[in-house]
């Protein structure tokens, strides 16, 4: 092979450019597949402005012999940007996979430093040019390699290093003597050089900073701490240029706002929009076998996904969540007769078995890979045909995301499969595919910047230099997150920052930064500094343990030398106890013991294995797709495109209850056993509907319903009780309108919350990020626990004490967004009202099977742990009884 | 020999159980009270903890002192007792009582006053918390009993010791609960830690090896409303 496509162009030579020969229409946008363009790209295509400046684009000759000897020529959108960039603007280049974004990023840096006079000895350092940022490691190291490789062939005098947690302290000090003229690097290695006192001349010379996979960069924290990093640097460099790179996002404005300062408001970097790639060819699984009702495996469908990868010569297959990956893995390699090469990729396994499966999968020796989330990003491997989807993709632009990994050209069509686990992801995966084809977006909307993460980031600045407060606010409201940051909240974080912003001014005089008598802020003691640094980023680990093989039977110190296969999640490991079995790194293990930082696992025969199960990693149903759920269940023309058993199923739904409407919300009761079930409908992902479930619980408790428990999955909520909620319902007490009620989201979510896990997970994160505690790093955490003080015991302390510190609001604003979904909550509850559709029936109807089904197989919200210690008490006492 | 008795169920707040003899009230909240004795124990209050940790520059919330008070009040105020063993480990470091802010100090007064009042002293705190009233002690001894901060590793019958923060561990349906708890074998009891931001040790961890008789063990584990009895064949490590 030739170079890799990221490069240029073998097939697509619709632009051929030479200044000589002055410039044929480069920007006849290279539109491949039938989407027609959006129209901000005709504008663009037709204005001449464009079109002269484009004249004016220099590719200096050493490029024009390169693309020539590779019998490529640059992109249009290669072109334009680097015209875009040779003008002075800031650009954000959204375009497909396969689309030539990394080489068109980096244009403008490597012709204005091939057109850079040599250094002349003793001529003083020069810093670093160009600043490339992504969101992995991985990647840096990837386009390291890649960038390298027509540099060389170019013969370009440039330096390219990356610089990532990986690398050695020597090389490290070394970047700092003499930098490289391009430096690879992550969003938390940024934060660390910006909080180093040599940060303003270390980045004198800096003129672009790339950024890469933006789409996914801006939705986290780690964007929000990119975005004040690069703030900073903008007050290094005024004149600093931007490059954003990203893949196709629903509202790319947010995006063109967030690479330019946003103080004064209002800014927006230029945009090139590359449409299409082919249009792929994906179809859904129409089994022979019988779709589940419920469940999440799709076990049924193994032997046709089998001969699926029998017939391609890659596949890759992506499921959900980890434990999905795991469990598919174990059901290929059962029916794997012809023991086809089959690997496992997913977050949790070692990063050397992880790095043989890449290597693996570069080399095209394998033909199928099951993989998370964890491959989602812009790294291509190999010869990719199929992509096969199990399970529903949960959002347009995730499916539109994993399939452009199949087939990595943009101007090949890629072929995809989607294999829906149950009936419901059979309409989710009905609706993802009509809005693939439609060309539909759904990414999230960016939220504001968390103030955790703003606390985090003063403190770096002081620990770099001395501040003033009022300099400082201004910088920060240039981050697009920031933007709307009032100054006494801004004055709240440095209060935090200094002595932790308690209303009992106790801490004085243990402050890490002080205000001195010249107006500036500064670290009290070089120790703070350190702390910086060992804590610095926003990626929380969740506590897990090692896994380590050992021989079975043997205690563990005496093995000691056993491999590592990955880490699992603590919470998980102590459900176990000694002997039992699950699945992990595509094996079964026996679980022998927990000794310090390590579990110790022995193989096991056998199949009656757990399956692990990992906090987050699961996405919910975006809004997008639920909308077209909803449509689809409303149209009735539509279930012909369904396969015959599903429409079946709501064929027999419509006579036995109804289908709710696409604005309505549907709630059905029905008695059953000796309980009383309400069943609701809204489609708003799971998150919302815990939510729900918790508030509706509380209002039904008091209202005398005696609610035992309930279940939400992506499409509905089941709640069961004692009393006869349909009766109520009808004799309204309460009436449905008035257990749906807005007000809802007041107190009754005050309340509840106050106790819940869910904002003490949330806490702890907050408390992390902004630096109130430290991290555990490996190494120092044997210090037992009756030492450190947990984030749940501070929580409480400070929720009674003092409610609206400013952490307590940070962790209210994460939770309303993140794992309650409070906001989509809010809509769904505004968007029904006077639209609820109340069906009593006399037993439970067709839709709400699959719901039900869940319920013994999820984790029953609403049931105390107190209740678990009466089980465990309760046996005791009998045992006791007896004797 | 005495044997760690659950009470039958229902109980409501308190479970009664015998060390060494002495009958006493093991409460939900964290303390013992030993009704013939007009006695509550309490262990590992580490007040200011949290000033303590912001000497070294993290700066968790200064209302553990606080907090910590003022559930001793309430359980004070509960059983009104003539005696309070506060059995070491009182405050975090040696300079705490000088670092408290003069209204948690003004509370703790409060409570000191109309009843005797022992520091038990604790590693953490060796000597006399400065300028509080009550008295100081290595260990004490009353009736069957005897009060110390570090359980002995000889084993003695009656002693109620603090200082490892006992926590115990269950698995029920594929659910880990983990709450602090008393730990008794009838013989000898070690008590949970009281204060806000004091965490725990397994029972089953390596520390409290030989301080128990296997057989008779016993976990009080703190629930919202009461206590359970957990006998050591239900626990788990970790």
Redo the contacts between chains.
């Keep these: 092979m030739a170079g890799r496509q990221d490069f240029g162009d073998r097939s697509a030579r619709a632009v051929l450019l030479r200044r000589e020969e002055g410039v044929r229409s480069p920007f006849v946008p290279i539109l491949l597949g039938d989407c027609a363009p959006p129209r901000y790209l005709w504008r663009v295509t037709e204005q001449p402005r464009l079109a002269e400046q484009n004249a004016a684009v220099h590719l200096p000759e050493p490029f024009l012999r390169w693309f020539s000897q590779k019998g490529w020529s640059p992109r249009a959108h290669q072109i334009e940007l680097l015209a875009t960039a040779q003008a002075g603007q800031s650009v954000l280049l959204i375009a497909p996979t396969g689309a030539g974004k990394t080489l068109a990023g980096f244009l403008p840096s490597l012709t204005e430093l091939a057109g850079r006079p040599r250094k002349k000895p003793g001529q003083a350092r020069r810093g670093i040019h160009t600043l490339y940022i992504s969101p992995l490691k991985a990647l840096a190291v990837d386009i390291e390699r890649n960038l390298g490789k027509p540099v060389e062939e170019i013969g370009l005098p440039i330096t390219i290093e990356t610089r990532t947690g990986d690398t050695p302290a020597h090389k490290r000090q070394r970047q700092k003597l003499a930098p490289p003229d391009i430096l690879l690097t992550t969003p938390e290695q940024l934060a660390l050089l910006i909080a180093a006192p040599d940060a303003r001349r270390f980045f004198e010379d800096l003129h672009y900073v790339v950024l890469d996979e933006l789409h996914s960069l801006v939705t986290s924290k780690r964007g929000h701490l990119l975005s004040l990093g690069l703030a900073r640097l903008r007050s290094f460099v005024p004149g600093l240029q931007t490059i954003g790179l990203s893949a196709t996002v629903a509202e790319p404005d947010e995006l063109r706002r967030w690479l330019v300062s946003q103080n004064p408001p209002g800014g927006m970097a230029e945009l090139i929009v590359v449409t299409g790639g082919a249009k792929p060819e994906i179809s859904i699984l129409d089994s022979e076998e019988r779709v589940p009702w419920a469940g999440h495996s799709a076990r049924y469908a193994t032997p046709e996904i089998y001969s699926e990868i029998k017939r391609h010569k890659t596949t890759l297959l992506f499921v959900n969540t980890r434990s999905q990956a795991e469990l598919l893995f174990q059901e290929l390699w059962r029916v794997n007769e012809d023991t086809l090469p089959i690997a496992l990729h997913h977050g949790s396994l070692d990063v050397a078995q992880r790095r043989r499966v890449e290597k693996a999968m570069g080399e095209n020796a394998l033909r199928a890979i099951v993989a998370t989330s964890t491959l989602d990003l812009g790294i291509d491997w190999g010869d990719v045909d199929l992509v096969v989807h199990v399970g529903a993709p949960k959002g347009a632009s995730r499916l539109a995301q994993r399939i452009g990994r199949a087939n990595h050209r943009m101007d090949e069509p890629s072929k995809a499969i989607l294999i829906p686990a149950n009936r419901f992801e059979v309409l989710e995966c009905r609706a993802a595919l009509d809005a693939n084809y439609l060309g539909a977006q759904d990414t999230p909307p960016l939220v504001n910047g968390g103030l955790d993460v703003l606390a985090q980031h003063v403190l770096g600045c002081a620990c770099g230099a001395p501040f003033h407060a009022n300099a400082l606010f201004e910088e920060v409201r240039a981050a697009a997150p920031y933007a709307e940051l009032d100054r006494p909240t801004f004055d709240r974080v440095i209060d935090f920052v200094a002595?932790?912003g308690?209303a009992?001014k106790?801490?004085e005089r243990?402050a890490?930064i002080r205000l001195n008598k010249d107006g500036l802020w500064r670290v009290s003691n070089p120790?703070?500094a350190q702390?910086y640094r060992l804590n610095v980023g926003t990626i929380i680990e969740v506590p897990a343990l090692n896994v380590r093989y050992i021989k079975a039977g043997s205690k563990g110190s005496a093995s000691r030398g056993g491999r590592v296969l990955g880490k699992i999640e603590e919470?998980f490991l102590?459900?176990l106890?000694h002997g039992d079995t699950f699945m992990f790194a595509g094996k079964v293990l026996r679980f022998e013991g927990?000794r310090e930082n390590e579990c110790f696992v022995s193989n096991a025969p056998g199949s009656d294995a757990k399956v692990p199960y990992y906090g987050g990693g699961k996405f919910p149903l975006s809004t997008y797709l639920a909308e077209q759920v909803r449509i689809m269940l409303d149209d009735p023309q539509r279930w012909k495109k369904l396969p015959e058993q599903v429409a079946d199923w709501l064929r027999f739904q419509a006579d036995k209850s109804v289908l709710p409407k696409r604005d309505d919300l549907l709630i059905e009761t029905f008695p059953r056993g000796n309980r009383h079930y309400l069943v609701a409908y809204p489609f708003e992902g799971r998150l919302a509907h815990q939510t729900l479930g918790m508030l509706l619980t509380r209002r039904l408790d008091r209202a005398g319903a005696r609610p035992l428990g309930f279940v939400a999955t992506d499409y509905a909520l089941a709640i069961w009780s004692l009393a006869d909620m349909g009766w109520m319902f009808r004799a309204k007490k309460p009436s449905l309108s008035e257990l749906f009620d807005q007000d809802m989201l007041g107190d009754d979510l005050e309340a509840w919350l106050a106790g819940s896990w869910l904002l003490k997970r949330t806490f702890r994160n907050c408390a992390l990020i902004s630096g109130?505690?430290?991290k555990r790093h490996p190494g120092q955490e044997k210090s037992?626990?009756?030492?450190?003080?947990?984030t749940d015991?501070?929580y409480?302390?400070?929720r009674?004490?003092?409610p609206d510190?400013i952490l307590l609001q940070a962790t209210r604003a994460d939770a309303a967004t993140g794992l309650l979904d409070v906001s989509r909550l809010a809509e769904m509850l505004s968007r029904i009202q006077g639209r609820i559709v109340h069906k009593n029936l006399e037993q439970i109807s067709p839709l709400a099977v699959p719901i039900m089904l869940e319920i013994g197989k999820m984790?029953v919200h609403g049931e105390?742990?107190?209740t678990?210690?009466?089980?465990?008490?309760?046996?005791?006492?009998e045992?006791?009884g007896t004797k | 020999m005495t044997r760690a008795l659950?009470m039958?169920?229902p109980l409501a707040d308190a479970d009664f159980i015998g060390i060494a003899g002495e009958r006493a009230i093991c409460d939900r909240r964290g303390v013992l009270y030993f009704p013939e004795l007009k006695l509550l124990a309490v262990s590992d209050l580490h007040l200011e903890?949290g000033?303590s940790?912001?000497?070294r520059?993290?700066?968790?919330?200064?209302?553990?002192t606080?907090?910590t008070l003022l559930r001793l009040q309430a359980v004070i105020s509960d059983y009104q007792p003539a005696i309070v063993m506060s059995l070491g480990d009182s405050f975090h470091d040696g300079g705490g009582a000088a670092r408290m802010?003069s209204s948690f100090r003004e509370r703790l007064e409060g409570l000191m006053v109309g009843r005797e009042w022992f520091w038990v002293a604790g590693n953490h705190d060796p000597d006399a918390p400065a300028d509080l009233p009550g008295e100081t002690v290595r260990e004490l001894a009353i009736g069957s009993l005897l009060f110390r901060h570090e359980p002995s590793a000889v084993r003695v019958e009656g002693e109620i010791a603090g200082h490892?923060?006992p926590?115990a561990?269950?698995?029920?349906?594929?659910?880990?609960?983990r709450?602090r708890c008393f730990a008794g074998d009838g013989g000898r009891m070690i008590m949970p830690?009281f204060g806000?931001?004091?965490?725990?040790?397994?029972v089953l961890d390596r520390a409290y090896a030989g301080l128990f008789r296997r057989e008779t063990l016993m976990a009080y584990?703190l629930?919202?409303?009461r206590i359970?009895?957990?006998?050591r064949s239900?626990l788990?490590?970790?």
């Design positions: 002595t932790g308690y009992l106790n801490y243990y890490r120790r703070v702390q919470a102590e459900t106890t927990i109130l505690i430290e037992g626990r009756q030492v450190t003080v947990s015991l501070i409480d302390v400070l009674s004490h003092e510190h984790p105390a742990d107190d678990l210690l009466m089980d465990a008490a309760t046996l005791v006492e045992a006791m | 659950a039958p169920a903890k000033s940790l912001a000497r520059g993290t700066l968790i919330p200064p209302y553990d606080g907090a802010h490892l923060h926590c561990r269950i698995v029920q349906r594929g659910r880990s609960v709450r830690a806000a931001y004091t965490g725990s040790l397994n584990m629930g919202t409303e359970f009895a957990i006998s239900m788990r490590p970790g």
